[in-house]
């Protein structure tokens, strides 16, 4: 595959990262200029995500005949319209039907994007590039509260809308220009389109992938004020210190798709899930048995960024997983893991909100996290169990007994 087609597509991904997360840091920012409360300004990430979860499996049912290509240039279009209409809407009404729209134009997008690289590629070459475009998500996630908060204080927070417009049709033009016809996935009609979830491995992947994003998003909400009030970090440490885990973690998810292919995928996902729950077991512990002793910061800090670089190695391997184990509907597949990825970041907030309001600390954040972790984990292996895909010494291993 062209490396420019690649590097199309993640920057593309980028952008659709950027859309979502840049918001949440300048939140105070639009309810001021707005005339909103900061729970109505908290409502345009609502919606966004709506959109994405929502929108994504009806419209890749709605667009399996269109060839690739052009459903990812019709996304990139839609992504681009919303984006720059939003730069110049006032209503509240208004702002937050264009943050679903945006949304659902990201969900089709990156579904597209993920669903298209098996057939540009042989499927054993499939983790890395898999992974080149998730770090791009991943990289926003690092990136997109700061650059948002430097757009809003140095021009204006709509500002963000005229770059995501302008990088979202730069994008489509790349796309048009450089990427060959890739036809859709077989006709599947709408009504059948979860009829994946009566197969067994299928649907226990998808709770493993459901659980695993409830588990991550319900620490995640919470970290900057578990690295404050239970680790004891200095508010003025904070911005750094998630900028170099975030970095950490861009960099985990590249080893993870490297490693999928590899090991195979159930090898990085079974360590990656198991990884994440020592680490969420071990990390209230760090904080109460090293609050007051040298390094007890530090050793919070270790053990935190342990369990990021665990779930991010473990992101693009799930992704390649469900390739792999459907590889004739990876789109119908790829777009159902997309929505409920985002229904999971929803569950695990609410859920993390709950927990912060009942005991009023939010101490014990990594145990709950670490029940979503088990819970993941143990779908998984039953997923893996039923799917038929080995990891590579598996393999190795079966093909010598054979000889």
């Not at 009829?195 to 995640?220: D, E, H, K, T, W």
Request: proline letters at 4%.
């Amino acid at each position: 595959m062209n490396r420019t087609i690649l590097y199309m597509l993640t920057l593309g991904t980028f952008l659709t990262g950027f859309a979502e997360l840049a918001v949440i840091g300048i939140l105070p920012t639009i309810s001021q200029d707005a005339g909103i409360s900061i729970a109505q300004a908290g409502q345009l990430v609502t919606a966004f995500s709506l959109g994405f979860a929502v929108g994504t499996p009806i419209f890749v049912s709605l667009t399996q005949r269109i060839s690739r290509r052009r459903l990812l240039a019709a996304a990139l279009l839609v992504f681009a319209a919303g984006s720059l209409l939003s730069y110049f809407s006032e209503g509240y009404a208004t702002m937050i039907g264009l943050r679903a729209l945006i949304g659902a134009g990201a969900g089709v997008y990156l579904t597209t994007a993920l669903g298209a690289l098996p057939k540009l590629m042989p499927a054993a070459q499939l983790g890395r590039p898999m992974s080149t475009v998730m770090m791009a998500f991943s990289a926003a996630s690092v990136l997109g509260a700061p650059i948002g908060i430097a757009l809003a204080d140095g021009w204006s927070w709509q500002a963000m809308y005229l770059l995501l417009g302008a990088g979202a049709l730069l994008v489509m033009l790349g796309v048009l220009r450089l990427m060959p016809e890739v036809e859709g996935d077989a006709p599947v009609g709408f009504g059948r389109q979860f009829a994946v979830l009566g197969r067994p491995a299928l649907a226990a992947g998808l709770l493993m992938s459901l659980l695993f994003s409830s588990g991550i998003a319900l620490l995640n909400t919470y970290f900057v004020p578990f690295l404050q009030d239970v680790l004891g970090l200095k508010a003025s440490f904070t911005g750094l210190t998630m900028l170099l885990l975030g970095l950490a973690g861009t960099l985990a998810t590249r080893f993870g798709g490297g490693a999928a292919d590899r090991l195979g995928p159930p090898a990085v996902i079974v360590r990656g899930l198991a990884a994440m729950a020592l680490a969420l077991a071990l990390m209230p512990l760090a904080a109460s048995v090293f609050s007051s002793a040298a390094g007890g910061l530090s050793s919070g800090i270790a053990v935190a960024a342990a369990w990021m670089l665990a779930y991010s190695a473990a992101i693009p391997a799930i992704q390649t997983y469900f390739v792999r184990i459907a590889p004739e509907s990876a789109n119908i597949v790829l777009g159902l893991n997309t929505s409920l990825l985002h229904l999971g970041v929803a569950i695990g907030s609410l859920t993390g909100g709950l927990l912060a309001d009942a005991s009023s600390t939010v101490r014990y954040h990594p145990w709950a996290g670490l029940a979503f972790a088990l819970l993941s984990l143990s779908a998984g292996l039953a997923s893996f169990a039923k799917s038929g895909v080995r990891d590579n010494r598996q393999n190795a291993a079966a093909a010598a007994s054979k000889s």
